[in-house]
């Protein structure tokens, strides 16, 4: 009995510790049924600001997350599809990946069940009126809702490209509260937000990793659109994930004449060569040294970075933007409105 007692009370020990460290965590079981080996992590807003990746291993994963308040995630596939996912403090949540178009599950949480409801309601409809309508009726039964910044992110942004007064709308029915959410903030900034229409990128050069004096004006081609994350090896590690998303804007929006890139702000070019020493991205890097003097970044009128800018292939500003979230949302506006090309011209490594 005295050797049992320790035994015991390690045990004990062992179960506080663990009880512990989850205490306020969101933790996430999944099941894939394609084959997906990896899932990218993105945030709807500012409260998940890092993209993660979840690592599937024989058709399973468990993914854990401590959200200070409900955090709206988003979880993208390799194919393009993609769910979002609600993360509460102490909520254990499940979720079903289905092959091909079958549909997702997701349950635990007052949020992702009451938008898994909204999710099988609303498979079926087509146009904007339908979705407005859904959406206002959702907002009815629950205007102090964290699920409903996403239904107007992903049924009207991103899916219908729907007008500032539709919008509106359905944004004036919410509580006070869910108005100043950091999604609804931002969408309503962007109604606001004017590009200066005349802001070209000429005279601007950026260097290679080679050392080569690059004119900014040529990177991706007259025909494409190019998509630049402005970063900096001293910035917050999360950066580097950042720059990986490039590379899921490359695949999503293959054919669309459309390139991505990268340039560091670094002012010690050696700094920078060693933070992509051990790249295997696919497109080709480049730095400024003249840090924030740089021209992009004078020219963007950019407060902060990490940051996305979007240009034409005449180098002319047309977005600009720090979310992850909102310059996906850009693209499938701008990208959309491009024919798919045959041959698509890619900025890679030779």
Same mark, same amino acid.
């Given at each position: 009995?005295?050797?049992?007692?320790?035994?015991?009370?390690?045990?004990?020990?062992?179960? @506080? *510790?663990?009880? =512990?460290?989850?205490?306020? /965590?969101? &933790?996430?079981?999944? !099941?894939?049924?394609?084959?997906?080996?990896?899932?990218?992590?993105?945030?709807?807003?500012?409260?998940?600001?890092?993209?993660?990746?979840?690592?599937?291993?024989?058709?399973?994963?468990?993914?854990?997350?401590?959200?200070?308040?409900?955090?709206?995630?988003?979880?993208?596939?390799?194919?393009?599809?993609?769910?979002?996912? @609600? *993360?509460?403090? =102490?909520?254990?949540?499940? /979720?079903? &990946?289905?092959?091909? !178009?079958?549909?997702?599950?997701?349950?635990?949480?007052?949020?992702?069940?009451?938008?898994?409801?909204?999710?099988?309601?609303?498979?079926?409809?087509?146009?904007?009126?339908?979705?407005?309508?859904?959406?206002?009726?959702?907002?009815?039964?629950?205007?102090?809702?964290?699920?409903?910044?996403?239904?107007?992110?992903?049924?009207?942004?991103?899916?219908?490209?729907?007008?500032?007064?539709? &919008?509106?709308?359905?944004?004036?029915?919410?509580?006070?509260?869910?108005?100043?959410?950091?999604?609804?903030?931002?969408?309503?900034?962007?109604?606001?937000?004017?590009?200066?229409?005349?802001?070209?990128?000429?005279?601007?050069?950026?260097?290679?990793?080679?050392?080569?004096?690059?004119?900014?004006?040529?990177?991706?081609?007259?025909?494409?659109?190019?998509?630049?994350?402005?970063?900096?090896?001293?910035?917050?590690?999360?950066?580097?994930?950042?720059?990986?998303?490039?590379?899921?804007?490359?695949?999503?929006?293959?054919?669309?004449?459309?390139?991505?890139?990268?340039?560091?702000?670094?002012?010690?070019?050696?700094?920078?060569?060693?933070?992509?020493?051990?790249?295997?991205?696919?497109?080709?890097?480049?730095?400024?040294?003249?840090?924030?003097?740089?021209?992009?970044?004078?020219?963007?009128?950019?407060?902060?970075?990490?940051?996305?800018?979007?240009?034409?292939?005449?180098?002319?500003?047309?977005?600009?933007?720090?979310?992850?979230?909102?310059?996906?949302?850009?693209?499938?506006?701008?990208?959309?409105?491009?024919?798919?090309?045959?041959?698509?011209?890619?900025?890679?490594?030779?």
């Amino acid at each position: 009995m005295k050797r049992l007692f320790p035994a015991i009370t390690t045990l004990i020990l062992l179960l @506080f *510790a663990s009880c =512990n460290r989850n205490k306020g /965590m969101f &933790i996430l079981h999944g !099941t894939v049924e394609d084959g997906t080996d990896s899932i990218l992590v993105v945030g709807l807003d500012n409260r998940f600001q890092k993209a993660d990746t979840i690592i599937c291993r024989n058709g399973q994963f468990t993914w854990k997350f401590r959200p200070d308040t409900v955090t709206t995630l988003i979880l993208f596939l390799p194919d393009g599809r993609h769910h979002p996912v @609600f *993360a509460e403090k =102490n909520v254990e949540s499940f /979720m079903t &990946i289905p092959a091909d !178009t079958a549909l997702f599950s997701v349950s635990g949480g007052p949020c992702n069940d009451a938008y898994h409801s909204f999710y099988l309601a609303s498979i079926n409809d087509s146009t904007l009126q339908q979705s407005a309508a859904r959406i206002d009726s959702f907002i009815t039964r629950d205007p102090f809702s964290e699920v409903t910044p996403y239904l107007i992110y992903d049924c009207m942004v991103l899916k219908h490209h729907a007008k500032e007064k539709s &919008i509106t709308s359905l944004i004036t029915r919410m509580s006070g509260n869910m108005q100043d959410a950091p999604y609804i903030v931002s969408l309503k900034n962007e109604f606001n937000r004017e590009i200066p229409g005349n802001v070209y990128m000429d005279n601007v050069f950026v260097r290679d990793s080679t050392g080569h004096k690059n004119e900014f004006l040529h990177i991706g081609g007259a025909s494409n659109h190019l998509l630049v994350l402005i970063w900096a090896s001293w910035m917050d590690q999360s950066v580097m994930q950042l720059r990986d998303t490039l590379g899921y804007f490359l695949d999503k929006y293959n054919g669309r004449y459309f390139t991505v890139t990268d340039v560091s702000i670094d002012v010690n070019a050696d700094l920078w060569k060693k933070a992509i020493s051990a790249d295997t991205v696919r497109w080709i890097s480049y730095n400024d040294p003249n840090g924030w003097e740089s021209k992009l970044v004078r020219s963007s009128n950019l407060q902060s970075a990490p940051a996305f800018l979007l240009f034409t292939g005449t180098k002319r500003l047309v977005y600009k933007t720090t979310s992850i979230q909102e310059i996906d949302d850009e693209l499938e506006r701008t990208l959309s409105k491009v024919r798919i090309k045959d041959d698509a011209r890619r900025l890679t490594k030779k």
